[in-house]
């Protein structure tokens, strides 16, 4: 049992780093892809389309970091519940053969 909540647990750690990671790195990306788009607009509407653009980042990393945990419980039950299976094999799969 100690064993499955550990599983769990660092499983929702990894996914709350991984999610938040990759939201950073993906907010980033589209915000350095906003000022390409932005050297051709006129200043007032490329000052507002970066100011939005620049939320970017902090919103897909709180979405990673909301979102990662989540996946991570999901992920780490489903290993838990697999290794308790393979640990404790049901009578139904009695590998026995009556004669």
Known sequence: ???????????????????????????????????????????????????AAGKAPFALTMLGAVAGPVIGFVVGGAIAIIRQADKNPSASQNKSTPI
């Not at 990894?14 to 790195?25: M, T």
């Not at 390409?36 to 970066?50: D, F, N, R, T, V």
Request: hydrophobic share 50%; charged share 10%.
């Open 1 to 51: 049992m100690l064993r499955s909540l550990k599983t769990i647990f660092q499983t929702v750690i990894l996914s709350f780093l991984g999610g938040a990671g990759l939201g950073l790195v993906i907010g980033f990306a589209l915000y350095f892809r906003a000022t390409i788009e932005a050297k051709s607009m006129e200043p007032g509407q490329a000052a507002s389309y970066l100011c």
